[in-house]
Every structure is written in C-alpha cells, then in structure tokens.
C-alpha cells in the first residue's frame, strides 16, 4: 500500500498543470500584424526592427519593436501617479474584488466578468456606474504603484492577466458602431479614461516587468490602437469630451512611434483648446456648474500640457493652452468655504483644495493667493475680497472672513449647468468652518434609485415647494435653461456690514417646465457677521391665481437631532453630534458647528422636523443625505396650508460653534411686513418688507 501511494504520489507531480488561456498570449497574429503595420518605421530607434519588418520577419521585427518600448524612458507624469499607491485596492486588484459604493463583489476562478453589475441584485439601487467604472481599471494604478514599491511579481503578472481578460471578453462593436449604451465596454467616457488615466501610468510602470510578456505589451499596443481609432470617430460633449481627447493624446504622446500619433495629437490638442475655451464661462467657473468635473476638466488640461511638455511635444501647443486656467482657478477661490472646500452645487463632491492648487502654485506663482490656498494659509496672502457675485456661473456668495472658522452663505441664482444638473435655482447652504450646516448633498450616486431621484429634485434643496412639488426648469441638453445667454447681478449690495441679495425662478413646478403657476422670489440679507435673513415671497401667476396653493419651505440640517432654540417658539437648533461619516472624514471628537433655523413668520405656519425618513415615494423622503447608499440627517419644514394670493417665508439662520448656546432672546412678527428680533448679546434685528423688498437694520 505505501509504495503504490508513493507511486500515485510522483505520478501527480509529472502530471501537466494546464493554465486557462489567460495565462498565455492571447495575441492574434492579425493583431500583431495591425500594430506593425501601424508604425512609423522612420521614427529613429526603430532601425533594427524596421530591417526585420521589410525582410517579412514579422517575429523578429515585433521582439526588436517591444525591446525598444521597453528601453524608453516613460513620462514623469505617468511615474508621479504611482507615488501614492492604495495598497488596499491593489490587493482587491489581485483578489479580483471590485468595490464601487456600498458594493463589492469578488469574481471567481480569477476571470472578471466585465458585464456583470452587482446591483441588479438590489431592488430599487441599481447603478449603472458600478459595471463602466468597473471597466476603467483604477486599480491597475495602484497594482503598478505597488510593483514599483515591493517588485512583486504577481502584481505584474496580474495585471497582464486582467489585460488579457478585458481584450478576449470585450471585442469592440463594429467600426460604424458607438458604444454608447448601457451594460457597454466601450462607452466614450470609459475609452478615454482607460487610456489617458489608468492604462497609461499602469504600462509606465509594468512595462519592464517580465510577468508583462512581449506579447502583452503588443497587445496592449493593439488594444490602444483601437481605441485611439474610436475616439477619433465617436465623441460626447462636455467633460467627457476632454477625457475623451486626454485619452487620445495621452497614447499618441506616449506612442510617437505610430504613423498617426502626431495627427491624433494635432487634434487632440485643437479640439480641448477649442472646446475649453468655451466650456470655462467668462467669470471662471465650467458652465456645468459642478466642482467635481470643473476639477476634472481643469486635471485633465494640466495632464496634456504636462505630458506633452515630458514627451517633447510642448511646440505642438498653443501658446496660451492652459493661460484660461488661471481664471478657473481664480473661481475656485472665488467659491471656496472657509474649511476649505468647495460647495456641493450640482453633482459634487467635496474638494481637496490644498491638492488642487498645488498645480496653480506652479503654473501661476505670481498669484500669492493661490499659494495661500495650497499652503492651508501658511504661505501667500489671502484675496483682498470678502463677499463676490458669479455672473454667468450664477452664484452669490457672502462671506465673514478667510479665517478658518467663518461664516458662509452661498445662493445660486444661475441657470441649470450643461450637465450633471439639478433642480435647484435659488438653493442656498450655509458653511461654518469646515462644516456645511444648511447643505446641498452633491446629489450621491447615480444610482437609478428613489433616493437619486429626490436628491436632484428641489425638494431636496433648500427651497420651497408648491403643492408637494418642486422645480420643473427644461433640462433637455440644449435648452437654453442649461446655460446664461447674458449676466445675472442678484441685485447684489453691500455697505460693508450688511448684503443683499435676491434672485427670481419663473419656470414650471411639477412634471411640466411649462406649468408656470408660482413665482418664487427669494432675498436674502446677511448681517455681519453671523446673521442670515431670506426671504420667500410665492406669487401666483395669473393662470395660478385661479386656484389656492400649499406651500413647504424646506430646511435641510447636517445634524442628527434638532432641539427648542427659543422657549414657545417653534425656532430650532441642531445638535453638535455629528454622524460616523463626519468622523471619518477627520472629526474624530464628533462635534461640528451648530444652526439656528427661526421662523419669523409664524401665523399660519406649522413647523415640523424629519430625521432619516427613507419610507414612501421619492418626494415623501426627507432627512436624507445622499452618499452611497445616504445617511442620515434631518429636514425641517415651514408648511403653509392651502391659500390664495402672495405668500411669504421669512426665515432667520444663525450659525454657531458647536458649544454655543442659542444666542435668541425674543421673535415677533409685525403682520406680514415684518419682525423684531432680539439677541441675548444685545442686538435687536428689526426686518420689514416695504413693497414688496427685504430690509434689515440692528
């Protein structure tokens, strides 16, 4: 018995171990053929490999061709990205785990299934972000970054297997095809992300690996050549737009040795110099009005100038490529929160703004303010403005000081943005430091969920509603309510101690743009230097007039309870406890500043407040924060039965640290034209309204 156990023992070491057939070449000798025939055989290097390609050795001319892409240096450009690696999502790049949002899945027998989306598996969340992000591969930068910090082997020999996986399972759709649509590998936005944000610094930094056989790198020359072949043909607009022509030129900047690189690169360059130029409006900010793709249109700029000046080509550019930027960047400053941040208007997400002026720094070192902001206010020197008025991009915004703990209004009074836009003109949100107090969420996901669908809506903005409904503006992509035709002021005014401002929506409520039953005018006064004063007045129309309206203002507080902040009076304060997402974002005491929310108007008017209602249709949520999936917070609302004729909203905002007390003494109201408000600090705020105009005085 031992010595047949022996026997099956030796038997099953000289027993094959097949691999599948991702772990060999998967190169197609047709492929092969399409990268040779491809390059530019003049183009000085490629001597000994040219011989060969002439002599027919289509072998020998593709072994030389791969030896000398390896022997090039790689853009510094690409290098830095792989400074910082996650080692975390490297290992799930190796386990085969991709996590996007809330979910994550971990794909068996080492093979992704790269049309595969979790949440279709979760009723009422699915994402169709989770499967195209997927397809991008960002953890191909950080499995590149971790090669070069360890030399591990199987970080190369991964991603050359992951590779191959995507190029067998995603052949592209035919030449006269776009790959627009859903459940896709081959969407616009994910071409030009996979080739000019994550395969171009992962090949920098695997293509000396061995693991990355000669195979894969001609592979990889093949696939990016498709590509490339791709985004010439089928384009967005927009932000995906630039990634798009980032991608085309990143591989032709990378890649001169193909016969097309330099005209890839010609248009590339003409159509982001062309296109930016009217992307960014004139007072600065991207006309899609949001901070997170203003970011990604602005990195995007800064990566082609930059690698085009690595590689050699910074003659190609125009001289004044990325001299717009300054103005960019300038809006940036023009909006940022004390903390500092970015407001969340649109879809956004909240800024490091140390990170993203550290390119400013270099580009414009003239400016010490730009400085300032990348130092955390160690260096430079502050703007030499306080309070400022966007006039195309439509914001307004009040502010106390640069100080780190400063008050800050912001209003938007603006049009919708050319995409990734929201309901929400007139919105305001309240910052104190580094803590949004009365917020705009940014949107969350683009889940097709009940909770995204509310989030856009302006009922989940600081706005008022009619009849349970909010804003219907024309969103269609090129509706003139997508972009201003000419400035908006917001009738902004200052003496120094108290502003003003006040703008107008005159558009649909409800599912109809044209269902133009309400006017809703909204002024707002601050006092100096942390008192906020709006004013809602709601104005039939005539074809409104016909019928009586209820009306919600809604009040949308970052904070987890709300407590009396004035004995008999429906005034509200929130609670300093802040949610385990403000921890792990760097509150680790908990604590955050503290609101005020006071209505003056009280007659008729019934105050409630909302902690995490997620039950119920998308308009009946309240209390929610969108992030993936949401958390929760609280909304309090001011409620006006039904009634006929103007309606007004008059509301107090007083932001607080978080161990203050509630600074209210007394509220009255006088009628409907005005109220006193006295402070225990000894400051009385009378505010009347004389036909119709908001007016404060201490």
């Known amino acids: 018995m031992k010595k047949l156990i022996l026997f099956l023992f030796a038997a099953a070491l000289v027993l094959p171990c097949f691999a599948d057939e991702l772990d060999k070449s998967v190169l197609k000798p047709e492929w092969r053929d399409m990268v040779l025939d491809a390059v530019n055989w003049d183009h000085p290097g490629l001597e000994k490999a040219k011989k060969l390609y002439f002599a027919k050795d289509k072998m020998g001319a593709s072994t030389e061709f791969v030896k000398y892409l390896r022997a090039k240096k790689q853009p510094q450009v690409m290098l830095n990205r792989l400074s910082h690696p996650s080692s975390g999502r490297a290992a799930q790049g190796l386990n085969y785990i991709w996590k996007y949002g809330a979910n994550s899945h971990k794909f068996p027998n080492r093979r992704i299934d790269w049309f595969y989306n979790k949440t279709k598996e979760l009723p009422g969340m699915f994402d169709r972000e989770w499967q195209s992000q997927l397809n991008r591969m960002n953890w191909f930068i950080d499995m590149a970054g971790m090669y070069k910090r360890t030399g591990k082997a199987e970080y190369a020999s991964t991603f050359a297997r992951q590779l191959r996986n995507w190029v067998v399972d995603c052949p592209p759709p035919a030449d006269d095809k776009s790959g627009n649509y859903e459940n896709s590998a081959w969407r616009n936005i994910d071409m030009g992300l996979r080739l000019g944000s994550y395969w171009a610094p992962a090949y920098a930094g695997f293509v000396k690996a061995p693991e990355f056989t000669d195979d894969d790198i001609m592979l990889y020359c093949y696939i990016s050549l498709v590509h490339s072949k791709r985004l010439h043909k089928f384009n967005s607009y927009g932000n995906i737009f630039i990634m798009e022509m980032n991608g085309l030129f990143t591989f032709a900047a990378m890649f001169p040795e193909f016969k097309e690189a330099a005209a890839n690169r010609k248009h590339a360059i003409s159509q982001v110099y062309e296109k930016t130029r009217d992307m960014f409006l004139p007072d600065g900010y991207l ?13 995007l700029m800064i990566q082609i100038f930059t690698l085009a000046n690595d590689c050699g080509f910074a003659d190609e550019l125009p001289k004044d490529f990325i001299s717009l930027l300054e103005r960019s960047y300038d809006a940036f400053m023009k909006l940022s929160t004390p903390g500092p941040d970015m407001p969340l208007a649109n879809d956004s997400r909240h800024a490091d703004m140390p990170g993203y002026f550290k390119a400013a720094e270099r580009l414009f070192p003239h400016r010490k ?17 306080l309070s400022v008025v966007m006039p195309w991009s439509g914001f307004v915004v ?15 009074i603006g049009p919708l943005g050319v995409r990734h836009c929201h309901q929400d003109k007139l919105n ?16 969350g996901s683009y889940a097709r969920s009940k909770i995204r669908q509310y989030t856009v809506s302006s009922l989940a903005h600081n706005l008022v509603s009619v009849d349970g409904t909010g804003q219907a503006t024309n969103s269609a992509p090129k509706s003139p309510d997508r972009k201003l035709s000419a400035p908006v002021t917001g009738d902004f005014k200052s003496d120094g101690k108290i502003e003003y401002a006040r703008g107008v929506f005159d558009k649909g409520w409800g599912r109809s743009s044209g269902n133009k039953i309400v006017l809703h005018e909204r002024q707002i006064a601050y006092i100096r230097p942390d008192i906020f004063i709006v004013l809602d007045r709601m104005i039939p129309t005539k074809r409104g007039a016909k019928k009586a309206h209820t009306y919600q203002a809604r009040w949308h507080v970052d904070t987890l309870k709300m407590f009396p902040a004035l004995e008999g009076h429906p005034a509200l304060i929130s609670s300093p406890e802040a949610s385990t997402l403000e921890k792990e974002r760097g509150n680790p005491s908990g604590k955050r500043n503290k609101i005020v929310v006071a209505p003056l108007f009280t007659e008729g008017v019934k105050v409630e407040h909302f902690t995490g209602k997620t039950s119920g249709k998308w308009d009946e949520l309240a209390g929610v924060y969108a992030i993936h999936p949401y958390r929760v917070t609280t909304t309090i609302t001011h409620s006006r039965a039904a009634a006929k004729g103007e309606q007004r909203f008059l509301t107090m905002f007083i932001p607080l640290g978080n161990k203050d007390k509630s600074p209210l003494k007394s509220i009255k109201q006088q009628g409907v034209d005005g109220a006193t408000v006295e402070l225990n600090d000894g400051r009385t705020v009378k505010i009347s309204i004389v036909k119709g105009k908001l007016s404060v005085s201490l």
């Open 287 to 299: 006309n899609e009005l949001t901070n997170s793709y203003h970011r990604t249109v602005t990195g």
């Open 369 to 385: 303010d730009f400085l300032w902001m990348s130092s955390l206010r160690k260096k430079g020197a502050h703007p030499d403005y």
């Open 428 to 443: 305001i949100a309240i910052w104190k430091g580094k803590d949004q107090l009365l917020y705009d969420d940014g949107g």
């Open 398 to 412: 009040m502010r106390e000081s640069w100080e780190r703990n400063a008050n800050y209004l912001i209003f938007d």
